[in-house]
């Protein structure tokens, strides 16, 4: 058997991989619902994520893995348009003359950040279009000299420097140019005419997941299940798991993003104990969770640091702006404001127009964090008034508030030096494979696209080196 630690995309993306191949999977979540950060809510039609997602152009595996699902042809691609918010005024940024227009820009700006954005480098007066093939020759470059150099120093004070603040808050001196270098290509697929196209799926991603715990199969997931220890000589023996209650005498069932998963007692294993552990015996486990879970079960440390974030679903009678995505350059309770509904219709959630406010946490000594959920409320919809004086609370019908603790890294300089190999045989024990967001894939940007891609990668290694040892073994003794 291969254990999988975590029920997010990218553990169920690994079992899913390794079922193909042959191999028995049982994946456990610690959690009740599994999904990871694309858990989603409940609405008047289609369910909604608790946070904000949506797929770039150049994010394919996950795409395929759609194709693969027979979910592909509900993946619809829209202009997701954007704006700015300076001064009292919310600016429009998706086609060229839009940003021409911009008055807080010389046309010299505007030529700079127009080069940047199409990886031509024009420093010297040469243009070069090599510069920006390698994000990682920016990796130890602090991101506010590379942004003036490769820009202005206006540019950066009036666009860059706000949203790192909106980002990465205290830490954003500490954030590598490569960061920011990748955030443009991953952000680059626009269409002159209208700006960005960003994909998202008819009746939301949890339709994904939903028909990936299918495939994986329910009887191979346990939720409210927690690994508490991995036991190794060498190679990887054997794992514990923790539940709520023995699973051999629970009926009970749990939600997974709107499915449910019923405890299944013919997994193999090798003994339950009195306080609720049961040890199973495993040829190989893939961590598809935070660094801090691997170090807790193998002693491997992490030094990628990790914010957290707070997000609300703000379900409207009216809708708030014009635009899906508002970068705001003023002072606010908030990083962005996503007006979901100007991308996705809003028909599909019995005609309620939906609004995520969100804000990242840096540290969990920050006041927003030790909010209590009505306190956030309150604050965010003051912001909102603050920003917006023709809103008035009263067209809300629902707020909604997600947390987590360990939402995104910190792309700090040096980053590429601290991510967490796939495969961990050499610094642990043969079997044991990372898949978490402190993985390759989630660089230079975490996404449910990475999510898949580290998933793939770890059940790829297992696949292959099954094959290899396969190859060296005996044959088998003919039959009688």
Known sequence: MIGIVGGGIAGLAAAYRLQRAGHDVQVFEAGSDVGGLAATYETGGDRIEAFY?????????????????????????????NAYYVEGSVYPMDTPWEILAFPHWSIYDKFRLGMLTLDVDVRGGVPSFDTYERLEAFEHTPVKEFAIEHTTQNVYETFFEPLLDAKFGSRKDDVSAAWLLGRVKFRGERDLLRGEVLGYLEGGFGVLLDALVEAVGRENITTDARVTDLAVDDRVQSMTVESEEQRSSSSETHSVSGSRVQPDDSRTQSGDSEDGTT????????????????????????????QGSVCAVVEMEESLMDTYWLNIADDAPFGALIEHTNFVPRDRYGGEHLLYVA????????????????????HWLSGIEELFPRFDRDVVNSVRIARNPRTAPIYERGYLDMVVPYDLGEAVGEGIYYAGMASRAQYPERSLNGGVVAG?????????????????????????
Request: proline share 5%; aromatic share 6%; net charge negative.
């Open 359 to 378: 804000s990242y946490v840096q540290d969990r000594n920050e006041d927003l964090w030790q909010m209590s959920d009505k306190q956030v409320t309150d």
């Open 456 to 480: 793939y990668a770890c059940a790829d290694r297992i696949i292959e080196t099954a094959e290899t040892e396969g190859e060296r073994s005996p044959a088998d003794p003919p039959q009688a």
């Open 279 to 306: 040890v199973h015996e495993v040829d190989s486990v893939v961590v598809a969770a935070m660094p801090n879970v691997l170090e807790s079960l193998t002693g491997y440390p992490c030094a990628i640091d990790f």
């Open 53 to 81: 997602h949506h797929l770039s152009k150049s994010e394919q595996t996950i795409v395929e893995l759609a194709e693969e699902l027979g979910v592909g042809d509900r993946i619809e691609w829209h202009v997701g348009k």
